[in-house]
Structure formats: structure tokens, C-alpha cells
């Protein structure tokens, strides 16, 4: 057995006197998907914060590959192979399209890695191109989703951690980068995924980690997560594992 | 023409200077969000340590140079990144501002501490002269430049290049960019933040050594106020280049030399024209170019897009505490003040009673700055050119008409909220950074263009305004001076307490922090911030005026000089923008804090005086101490009032009170408790 | 010219939609954002943009509701021609509207944003009434913020500082702010993004609710199908700034053209 990814331990972690994380504990192994779920303000967020080191825990610790990380900062993580895909508009509005990516793969790549790194996110995404001098700032809501995705995919990171992944694409590219994701897991990388569109996440993910209110509810592979504990988060995710498949193969 | 174009070249070495220290500041902004006003603080402790090393250690050029440039400059700039702006990264412009105008009034206070505060006259220059003529250049033609001038330029094209090409080409400048954007997103990304702000603060802290150290030799003697009044002529270029393109603003900077220097060439000397709008031109030019140049409000897109990781504010305490509690807070307010009133009436003497007069009068125009900066949103730094309008008003009208002061005050009060509203209108379109310079533009144009003029300030001597007369009490006695002017206070505070609770203040709250959304629910964000403006504004006025009235006349140069209102503002914002009780609290603490200083350090001076037979080691440990650091000390804690911003941006009177208030909570809570768990013990026993 | 395009699309006998907008082109250096888009919204429907990232769906909405000033085109809504007007003026005239990226008011409460919007569209209070009448929020006020909280759910974060929400909540609190403005169009800008079924099934239940109460239209830009299948009855699909489809939900959604476009179908 190889050590887990990520591994986190009674997880504590809240904002000023706010808690929102009550012992956490889960592993991320190499080369798996995990896909964290749950309904609005469980904590999902602030999970994947804890992963990549913004929020540090107010109890227990973080582990990477097997070293403890707790209370280093976030560049560490990076360092230790960790990307985060904030949710939201997680761009530099002040920088051009290029001058995001290129400050992304600049730390990890070095500088003769840029220039491959910029064609291949280029052809993953013909969009970002098309913007290619634009402002972040004033890109369209999904093109900027698009940019702070291209940047953790491309770098092929250990664990990839994507929150609210496919909020504000339009279908097709949530379909494209899907596709992706498995290519990238299938090449060996971990991923950490925070997903409203359950049907997705639930396709790709080996397991499953379902938060409520700042606890783990339960954890296993998607197939084992019973109609009850799923219906414990809502009746559509009970339906949408009883039988809907996603909208594309409906529709085709 | 060909005399234009000699005055025009002529101009050059200045907008060279123009250009060092604006690109000095695009460089502090673009690096680290900050729109340093102490950078010329910074340039002034370099050169003072230049001028020492130099001058009165006759070190070599080179070293002392090296030391004062290269060494302490960054050291400087790391010093303040550590203890200072690290914490204060995710924090507003407008934060930041206010930290840097409290650097910008201790840092100098510091330096004289540590080198004496007495005069430095005819710093050294940085280079080698024999005698200037043998570097005249080109040798024998008409434009001549001496060697200060070349090495003026040269430096400048070095460090517009050198800075040019970082942020084109290098890895560090792109950096840099991305750290002040959002050092988390950063950090994300892989960038250790925290030494790449360092690297930025000890790179501009640097520069402003180079300039403070090239620019001294052009004053008689090196003060720390003309360098700042230089830096604020150089404004202007700052917003040529949008606070963000460097080439830009070197061109706005020689732009702004040359204009300068035709125009001193070409006006013929002597014309009020003349000796109005040269001091003024900078700030004119200034003034202009933010109302006029197109693309100054898209600024504030630079909001961290990780914010959200942040816990939010404490709410203000006077939501958050219980009814019970507020109650009797107000009360206990009350009883202090009465019983602060009833000390002064009986007990003080006529010095004293001085002091804490002007500083109730004093609170007043700080609740103007309350109004306008803590419920506004606006950091406005014409708040002592204002309450100066009104105080020459009452002195005009009384000194014309004859009219009772207390209605001359009222027009003061009206007068200067005209003014206030003229330039609101311009201004308030602006952002956060821009609207503070529009205001410090006008404070400056107010100070040179008009206030020497004979109609507004009746001249070089000061206008006599009389105490009023209300029925039976005539107020030259200070002590119905004193209960006319709380009265005042009081009226004002409850005014604006309304003002901040009722629907203009939620309105103005809503537009500050999201100005688009507010518009998308109907609330004009010019309207309302207009009406904070012109309020506040007429505010300051009726106390300029009743400033004036107790100190006898409309003295600009002891009461509103803008440096004055700088320390205002520090202050005011550092105990608690939104707060009275910190308006009214740092207004006292404004003349009460040098008084008393002076008392503690005079005290050993005393002593010694009366004992002479005191031991040695005493009477030097004692003699140490001077009574004139009252006023650099007391500066020094109102400047570092303001760095308490960073950490308590609610203030710190604010941030007392709600812990004071949790403390409270907490202990009524415990007693609950134990209450509770003494009566649940008792139960079981019953039942069982 | 407007006119008689507008006779040729729809037959005269109509009554005048609520909405219409001709014409609508907006160019952002170098790129045509919006070229030449018509739509228009009858009273009470509900109408849904869609198209893929970057098409121009944000920008005709701050196109309509004043944030960005079309280079070209017309808008009339209720009668009146807005192109001249502010983002404030056209709020008042009944226009409300949510955003792609969640814009709170940091450090107000819940309750405060509704409180603000009521006033903001009531005209109730000013400096003069702050000075010498109660600010107070009178019963008529509490009761309507009530309702609304009580509609979205919203009621055991009331008193939550804004800042401290989670993006699924801080939607609702936006849409709340918009409906205090009772307003007669609103415009959603994805609203369903950050909620997971459950809560977009409430957010539809909501809509619904507010359209049989008060005959808001409401025009949606939505990447969610399921839901725009549920709430409009009329589709406008964009891509590249210009208008490739509109017309009738379930028809729209079957075209060839939008499915290759949009839903990433091969045709
Ligand atoms: N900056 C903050 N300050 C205070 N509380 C916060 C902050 N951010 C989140 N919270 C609170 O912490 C809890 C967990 O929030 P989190 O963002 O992790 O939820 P989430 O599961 O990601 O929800 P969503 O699906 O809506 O994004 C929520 O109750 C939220 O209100
Ligand atoms: N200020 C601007 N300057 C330059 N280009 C801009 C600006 N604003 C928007 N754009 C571009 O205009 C296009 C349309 O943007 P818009 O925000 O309307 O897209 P959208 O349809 O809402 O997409 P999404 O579904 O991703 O939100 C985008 O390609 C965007 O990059
Ligand atoms: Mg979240
Ligand atoms: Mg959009």
C-alpha cells in the first residue's frame, strides 16, 4: 500500500468564532477520485480550503504524501503537488489570459515549460486562445471558470482539488472537461472534487464523502451509498442514483 | 517660441525629480497596493542619514551614499513590511492609505529623535562638485544643466528603464502584480507571497532613499514637509500613468516639469495670476486630470477574489449588545461627560481649560470626518480646508455686516457646505484612492492659490472673530464657552448618530461596499454620497467657525494648514471611523496628548532645577530627557494609532468596546450558567 | 426602422410586449459581444437566454439594465425608451436583477439588504427624515421582508452577515433583494449555479410562486437545462454574440443547430 495523497486527521477548522468543520477524517489515495458532496454550507468549501492550506485547522492534522503540512502556507501545498481550483472567480482580474497561465506554470514548469504547457491549454480550451490578451477581469463568468480550471489540469498536479467544478459551464464544456478528468486520473493523478451536478461527479468518483453540517456522513464507493443516506442529502441525488442518467446521454 | 522652448528644456531636470518620486509611488502602488504617502517619510529618513554620514561624519561619498541608499533604505521598507503592511494585505486602499499617512507624520518624528531636530541646512548633494559651472552641458550652447541636474536625469532614466523592463519582461514583476492582486491566489499558484512583498517593499523603500538623497540638495534645508509637498506636486503624474504604467507617468512627470517652468518663464512676474497659480499649478493640473481623464474609475476591479476565506467583520457593537446594555452604556456616557464638564468648570485652570475646549471644538470637525469617511466611505482630505472656509466666512461676515457671530457661524457652516457640494460633484465619481488626492488637490490649491488671498483670509493678518453673546451669557468667559461648545458637540453627535442609523446610512453602506448592486435596486450612488459629502462639509465649517471664535481670529497657519488635516485624519480613522465616541475622543486627544507629554518631559528639567544636589547618575539619566520631544512623541502615537487600523479596522475605540462588551456578555453568561447548573443539581436531589 | 420590424415579427392585433429590445450590438475592443440581438418579454412570462460561455448573455443583460451603455439598438420597456436612462432610473421604472458573480452588501445582515432594497424602491426616508423622524422600520416593512424571507427559505439566516454566507445562500439573498423591489421584470443571471438539485428546485417553486402572485416576467440565463425546461416557455439562444435560435423551450431544444452549439451533440 502507498501512502494516501491527502490524508486528513479530526479535522477542526471554522472562521473567527464561526466553526464549520466538527472532525473531519478521510484519505485521498494515489490515483483515485473522490467526490465531496453535500448540501449548501455543509463545509465542502472550507474542506477543500483545508486541503490546499488557506484555512488552517484549529484542530487536527493535514497530511501530504505522508508528511504533515498543518499550518504551512499555502505555496507549500502547491510545492507538495497539491492544485485548488477555488470556487468562484478565482482568476487575477488585473492579468491577461496568458499572464494567468503563465504565472501558474512558471513556479511548477520552469521557464521551458511554459511555452508546451500554453499550447496544451490552448487546444484543451480554443476559448482561452480566442481571449488570449483579454483582462481576466472582464472575461464571461464560465471563461473565467475555464481559466482557473485550465490552470490546475494542465499541471498534472498529485491531487487535483476542484470546488464547484462545473459551476457556470455551459453543458458541452462540462461534458469536455469531464473527459478530461479521466484522461488526467487515468495518467495517475488524484482528484478532490466538489460538485453540484451529481450525476457527473458520481460517474467518475471511487468514492464518496458526504458532508452535513460539518460532518462526515458517510464514505464508501458511490454504489454502496444507500438510497438512505442519500436521501439523508436530498431526493434528487436518491433519483439521480436509482436510474436518471446525466442530460447528454439522454439527449443523444 | 524659441524662449518657450529653452523654459520648456529648463523644466526638464524638474519633471526628472517629478518623475523619480511619481514613479517612486506607481512603483509602492503597483507592488503592494498601497498608495504610500510616507514615501516621502522614507526619502526623508535616507536623506537624513545621507546628510549625517556625510555632512557631519565627512564620510566618503560613496559609502555614505551606499549606506543611506542601499542599506538603510530597503531596511527601512523590510521593517515596515514585516511589522506593518504583511497584515495588512487583504485589507482596503483605503486602509492602507490611512496606515500610510500615520507612517507619513512618525516616521520623520523618529528620525529627529534619533539625529537631533535640529535644522539640517544645505544638505549635501550626491555627487562630486567642484564647481558647478565645469559641468555645465553642452559646454557653451545656451541650455545649460549643472552636474545635480545630470545626475537627476540620468538616475531617472535608469530607474524608469530598470522598472520598465521588470514589469515588461520579468518573472518578478508579473509576480508582484499577482501578490497585490490576491496573495492567496497566489500563493495557490505556488508563489511564496510573503518574500516576494518583501522583495517589492525593499525595492520602492529603496527608491525612495534614491530620491530622497538626490532631491534634498534642492531646498535650503531638509525638512520632511517640503518633501511631501514635492511628492504631492508630482501627484499629478502618478495619475497621467493611471497609477499603473511607468512610462506613462515619466511622461506625465517631465510633462508637468516643463509646464511648470514655461509658465514661470512666460507670466510676467508680480501678476496675481503669477504668484496664485504657480505654487497651485501642480495641484490645478492634479485637480484637472482626475476630473478629466478618462478611465480612472475602473480601479476597483482589484478586489481579492479569495476574500471569501476571511472570517467577516465584528459587527458593530452597537447592534450586536443587548438592549439592557446599551442602556446603561449611555447612561454611563452621560454621567462621564457631565461629570467631565463639572471637573473642567471647577477644577481646571485657564490653561487647561484651554486645551480640552479646543478639543471639544476640535471633536466637532471630527465628526465631520466621521460622516464623510466612516459612514461615506470617502476618505476626504480637505476636511481642514473646509472647516478653514468656514471660519474665514464667520470672520468675513462678521467683520462686514456686523452680524451676531453665532448667525456669521451658521453662514460659515452653509458657505463651506456650498463648497463642499461644488466639489463633491466632480468627486464623488471617483474611487477610493482618486477621491482621496481630488480632495487633497483641493486642500492644496485652497492653501496656495486662495488662502492668501486678501478676501478670503483678509490678508497676512488674521481676521478677529469675537466670542458670541447668547442673552445673558457672554461666552469670552471659556467656561460658557466650554457648555456652548459640548452643546454643540452633543446636537452634532445626535445628528449624526441618526445620519448613520437611518436610511442614508444603510444607503451609503450598501453603495460602498457594492456599488453595482446598490444601483440595481435604485439607490444613485452619487446622490447619496453627495449629500455625505455636502453634510459633512458644513459640519466642518460650523466648527472651523466656532474654532475661530474661541481662538479669536481665523488663523490658517495655527489651525487648518492640510498637513494639520492629515493628522486629523490618521487620528480620527485610527480610533474608530464610523464611532463618535472616537471622533470626540481623538478631537480632545489632538491638543490634550502634546500638553500633557510636555508636562511629563518638562518634569525632569523641573526637578533638577530644584534639586541640585541630586546624584550624578540621576541628574544625567535625567537630563536625558527633553521637553521638546512632547510633540515628536505625541506624533509618533498618533502615526502608530493608525497602524492599529491594519489590525482593528473598526478602530481601536470600537475594538475596546466590543471586547469590553464579549467580557461582559461572557461573565453574565457564566453566572447563568452556574446558576443554572447549581439549580439542576438541586433537582435530582428533590426528585430522588 | 424599429417599428416595422416589429410588425413584420409579430402580428399587431398583440398588445405591446413589456420588453423590447431591437437591434442590440455592443463591441468590446476588437470583439463583437452582442450584434444586432432582439428580444422582447411579455407581461408575466418567463423567457430563458442561453448559449455557451462567452456568447453575450451577461452583457445583454447589463446591456438591458443600464450597467453597460449598447453601442446600438433600442429598448422600450412599459412604454418608455430606456436607452438614455441610468441602471438607478431603470430599477425604479420596475426593473430588478440578480448577478453572474453574487454582489452583497459585506457586513449587512440579511434582513438589512431586503430592508434597503423596500426602502430604495419605496422612496421612504432621506437626510431630512433621518434627522427629525424615526428611521425605524414601520410594520407595513417588516411584514414585507417576511414574506420573502419566509419564501426563500431565508428566515434562520436573517440575521447572518452577508459575508459570511455560502455562495448557495448569498444567491437566494440576492434574489430576495430583487423581488423587494416588486419589481415587473427581473433578470436572473444564472441563478441556479451553486445549488445542487434540491435548492434549484426550490428556487423554481419560489419563481413560480412569485410570477401566480404578482405577474413578475422573468427572463433567465441558465446553463441548467432541466430547469429552464421547467420554468420558460420561450427559449433565445446566443453564440457568438448574435441570436442563432429562439422560439418555443422543447422546439429550441430539438434544433440541430443549438444542440451542436450548445449542448455539445454531434449532429
Ligand atoms: N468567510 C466566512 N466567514 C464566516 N463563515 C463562513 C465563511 N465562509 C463560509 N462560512 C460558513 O461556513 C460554513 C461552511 O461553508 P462552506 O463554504 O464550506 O460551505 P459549502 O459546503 O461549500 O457550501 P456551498 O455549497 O454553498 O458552497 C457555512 O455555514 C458558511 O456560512
Ligand atoms: N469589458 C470587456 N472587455 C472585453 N471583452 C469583454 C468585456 N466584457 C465581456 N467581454 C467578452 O464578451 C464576451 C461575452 O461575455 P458575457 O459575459 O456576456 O458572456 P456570457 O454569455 O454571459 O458567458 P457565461 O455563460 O460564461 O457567463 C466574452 O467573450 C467576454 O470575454
Ligand atoms: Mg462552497
Ligand atoms: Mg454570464
Not at chain 1, 480550503?49 to 507549500?76: F, Y
Not at chain 3, 430592508?115 to 430604495?120: L, Q, S, T, Y
Request: aromatic share 8%.
Amino acid at each position: 500500500m502507498s501512502v494516501p495523497v491527502l490524508s486528513c486527521e479530526d479535522l477542526e477548522a471554522g472562521y473567527g468564532p464561526f466553526r464549520a468543520l466538527f472532525g473531519i477524517s478521510f484519505e485521498v489515495a494515489e490515483g483515485t477520485a473522490t467526490a465531496l458532496i453535500g448540501p449548501n454550507g455543509a463545509g465542502k468549501s472550507t474542506v477543500a480550503r483545508v486541503a490546499s492550506g488557506l484555512v488552517a485547522p484549529s484542530a487536527g492534522r493535514v497530511l501530504v504524501k505522508g508528511v504533515d503540512m498543518t499550518g504551512k502556507a499555502p505555496h507549500e501545498f502547491a510545492e507538495a503537488g497539491i492544485a485548488h481550483a477555488p470556487e468562484g472567480r478565482a482568476v487575477f482580474a488585473s492579468l491577461t489570459v496568458e499572464e494567468n497561465l503563465e504565472l501558474a506554470f512558471r513556479e511548477s514548469l520552469g521557464r521551458k515549460g511554459v511555452a508546451a504547457a500554453l499550447d496544451e491549454a490552448y487546444e484543451m480550451f480554443p476559448r482561452l486562445k480566442e481571449r488570449r490578451t483579454q483582462l481576466a477581469g472582464t472575461l464571461s463568468g464560465g471563461e473565467q471558470r475555464i481559466l482557473t480550471l485550465a490552470r490546475v489540469m494542465i499541471l498534472r498536479p498529485a491531487l487535483l482539488i476542484a470546488d464547484e467544478l462545473s459551476l457556470g459551464l455551459a453543458p458541452m464544456i462540462t461534458t469536455e472537461v469531464y473527459r478530461i478528468l479521466e484522461k488526467i486520473k487515468a495518467a495517475g493523478c488524484a482528484l478532490l472534487i466538489v460538485e453540484q451536478h451529481m450525476d457527473y461527479a458520481l460517474a467518475l468518483a471511487d468514492e464518496v464523502l458526504l458532508l452535513r453540517q460539518g460532518e462526515v456522513t458517510f464514505r464508501g464507493p458511490p454504489g454502496e451509498m444507500d438510497r438512505r443516506s442519500a436521501s439523508l442529502l436530498s431526493e434528487s441525488l436518491s433519483e439521480s442514483l436509482s436510474e436518471n442518467p446525466p442530460q447528454q446521454e439522454q439527449s443523444s | 517660441m524659441v524662449d518657450l522652448l529653452e523654459y520648456a528644456v529648463r523644466g526638464i531636470p524638474t519633471g526628472c525629480v517629478f518623475a523619480l518620486l511619481a514613479v517612486g509611488l506607481v512603483l509602492t502602488y503597483k507592488t503592494s497596493g498601497v498608495f504610500n504617502l510616507a514615501f516621502a517619510a522614507q526619502a526623508y529618513t535616507s536623506a537624513a542619514v545621507f546628510y549625517v554620514l556625510r555632512k557631519e561624519q565627512e564620510w566618503p561619498l560613496f559609502w555614505s551614499a551606499f549606506i543611506a541608499i542601499v542599506i538603510v533604505g530597503p531596511a527601512l521598507g523590510l521593517l515596515l513590511e514585516r511589522v506593518l503592511f504583511r497584515h495588512l494585505r487583504g485589507a482596503g486602499s483605503l486602509a492602507k492609505m490611512v496606515t500610510s499617512l500615520g507612517l507619513l507624520i512618525a516616521i520623520p518624528e523618529v528620525v529627529k529623535l534619533f539625529f537631533g531636530s535640529d535644522a539640517k541646512s544645505n544638505p549635501p548633494p550626491l555627487w562630486y562638485v567642484r564647481r558647478t559651472d565645469e559641468w555645465l552641458w553642452p559646454q557653451g550652447s545656451k541650455f545649460v544643466f549643472d552636474a545635480g541636474q545630470v545626475t537627476t536625469i540620468l538616475s531617472t532614466l535608469v530607474v524608469v528603464l530598470g522598472l520598465t523592463v521588470l514589469f515588461r519582461y520579468t518573472n518578478l514583476g508579473l509576480r508582484m502584480r499577482a501578490v497585490v492582486e490576491s496573495s492567496r491566489l497566489a500563493e495557490l499558484n505556488g508563489v511564496n507571497a510573503e518574500r516576494v512583498s518583501m522583495a517589492s517593499w525593499m525595492l520602492s523603500s529603496m527608491l525612495a532613499g534614491l530620491a530622497g538623497v538626490l532631491v534634498a540638495p534642492l531646498f535650503a534645508s531638509l525638512n520632511p514637509i517640503d518633501l511631501f509637498t514635492l511628492l504631492v506636486a508630482a501627484l499629478a503624474a502618478t495619475v497621467v500613468g493611471g497609477l499603473s504604467s511607468i512610462p506613462l507617468t515619466f511622461i506625465g512627470a517631465i510633462g508637468l516639469g516643463m509646464l511648470q517652468a514655461v509658465l514661470a518663464g512666460s507670466l510676467p512676474t508680480n501678476s496675481v495670476l503669477a504668484t496664485g497659480l504657480r505654487p497651485g499649478l501642480p495641484f490645478l493640473v492634479l485637480f484637472a486630470l482626475l476630473i478629466f481623464r478618462p478611465g480612472l474609475r475602473s480601479n476597483s476591479e482589484m478586489a481579492d477574489p479569495l476574500a471569501t476565506v476571511d472570517p467577516p467583520l465584528p459587527v458593530p457593537v452597537a447592534v450586536s449588545r443587548p438592549r439592557w446594555m446599551s442602556i446603561s452604556s449611555r447612561t454611563v456616557g452621560v454621567v462621564a461627560t457631565m461629570f467631565g464638564l463639572l471637573v473642567s468648570w471647577f477644577v481646571l485652570d485657564g490653561f487647561w481649560l484651554a486645551i480640552v475646549i479646543s478639543g471639544v471644538v476640535l471633536g466637532v470637525i471630527m465628526l465631520s470626518l466621521t460622516v464623510v469617511t466612516g459612514i461615506g466611505g470617502m476618505l476626504s482630505l480637505a476636511q481642514a480646508s473646509l472647516a478653514a472656509i468656514g471660519a474665514f466666512t464667520t470672520a468675513q461676515v462678521v467683520t462686514a455686516t456686523g452680524l451676531p457671530v453665532l448667525v456669521a457661524m451658521l453662514i460659515g457652516a452653509a458657505v463651506a457646505a456650498a463648497c463642499g457640494a461644488l466639489l463633491a460633484i466632480p468627486v464623488v465619481r471617483l474611487d477610493g484612492v482618486y477621491l482621496a488626492l481630488g480632495t487633497l488637490a483641493f486642500a492644496l490649491m485652497f492653501e496656495s492659490i486662495l488662502v492668501p488671498l486678501s478676501w478670503v483670509s483678509g490678508g497676512s493678518v488674521p481676521l478677529a472673530v469675537p466670542r458670541p453673546v447668547i442673552g445673558p451669557w457672554d461666552l469670552a468667559d471659556d467656561r460658557y464657552f466650554l457648555l456652548f461648545a459640548a452643546l454643540c458637540l452633543t446636537v452634532i453627535a445626535l445628528a449624526v448618530i441618526r445620519v448613520r442609523q437611518g436610511t442614508t446610512g444603510r444607503f451609503l453602506q450598501a453603495i460602498q461596499s457594492s456599488p453595482t448592486a446598490a444601483n440595481s435596486i435604485g439607490i444613485s450612488g452619487g446622490r447619496s454620497r453627495i449629500i455625505a459629502f455636502t453634510l459633512a462639509a458644513g459640519i466642518a465649517g460650523f466648527g472651523g467657525g466656532l474654532l475661530a471664535s474661541f481662538a479669536g481670529r481665523a488663523n490658517y497657519q495655527a489651525s487648518f494648514p492640510y498637513v494639520v488635516g492629515l493628522v486629523w485624519v490618521a487620528l480620527v480613522i485610527s480610533a474608530g471611523a464610523r464611532s463618535i465616541q472616537a471622533a470626540v475622543f481623538s478631537g480632545i486627544m489632538f491638543f490634550l496628548l502634546p500638553a500633557t507629554l510636555n508636562r511629563v518631559f518638562s518634569w525632569p528639567e523641573n526637578y533638577l532645577e530644584a534639586h541640585q544636589q541630586a546624584p550624578e547618575w540621576m541628574q544625567n539619566l535625567l537630563g536625558l530627557v527633553q521637553p521638546n520631544w512632547a510633540v515628536p512623541v505625541s506624533f509618533i502615537l498618533f502615526g502608530i494609532g493608525a497602524f492599529t487600523y491594519a489590525k482593528h479596522p473598526e478602530g481601536i475605540i470600537e475594538a475596546q468596546t466590543n471586547s469590553s462588551v464579549t467580557a461582559v456578555l461572557l461573565w453574565t453568561e457564566r453566572r447563568k450558567a452556574k446558576v443554572d447548573a447549581t439549580s439542576s443539581m438541586d433537582t435530582p436531589q428533590v426528585s430522588a | 426602422m424599429s417599428p416595422t420590424a416589429d410588425s413584420t415579427e409579430q402580428p399587431t392585433e398583440q398588445p405591446a410586449p413589456l420588453l423590447q429590445a431591437s437591434g442590440i450590438s455592443k463591441r468590446f475592443a476588437g470583439l463583437m459581444a452582442l450584434a444586432d440581438v432582439s428580444i422582447q418579454v411579455e407581461a408575466g412570462e418567463t423567457v430563458a437566454v442561453i448559449g455557451p460561455n462567452g456568447a453575450g448573455k451577461s452583457t445583454l443583460f447589463n446591456c438591458l439594465s443600464g450597467v453597460l451603455r449598447a453601442d446600438r439598438g433600442t429598448v422600450t420597456f412599459d412604454g418608455q425608451r430606456l436607452e438614455s436612462l441610468s441602471p438607478t432610473q431603470r430599477s425604479r421604472l420596475g426593473i430588478a436583477r440578480t448577478f453572474q458573480r453574487i454582489e452583497l452588501f459585506g457586513g449587512m445582515t440579511v434582513r438589512d439588504h431586503l430592508m434597503v432594497a423596500d426602502r430604495a424602491r419605496s422612496g421612504r426616508g432621506g437626510l431630512w427624515s433621518d434627522l427629525f423622524r424615526s428611521s425605524k422600520p414601520t410594520e407595513e416593512e417588516h411584514a414585507r421582508c417576511q414574506a420573502v424571507l419566509d419564501l426563500l427559505g431565508l428566515d434562520e439566516v436573517q440575521d447572518r452577515s452577508a459575508d459570511s454566507l455560502s455562495l448557495g445562500k448569498g444567491r437566494l439573498v440576492e434574489l430576495g433583494r430583487a423581488l423587494m423591489c416588486e419589481p415587473k421584470l427581473l433578470f436572473l443571471d444564472e441563478p441556479s449555479s451553486g445549488l445542487d438539485r434540491n435548492e434549484t428546485e426550490e428556487m423554481s417553486l419560489a419563481l413560480e410562486t412569485v410570477q401566480r402572485e404578482h405577474g413578475t416576467a422573468v427572463v433567465l440565463i441558465e446553463h441548467d437545462v432541466p430547469m429552464v425546461q421547467r420554468l420558460a416557455t420561450r427559449i433565445y439562444v446566443l453564440d457568438y454574440g448574435s441570436l442563432i435560435a429562439s422560439g418555443n423551450t422543447q422546439e429550441v431544444l430539438q434544433d440541430e443547430v443549438v444542440r451542436a452549439a450548445y449542448l455539445g451533440v454531434a449532429t
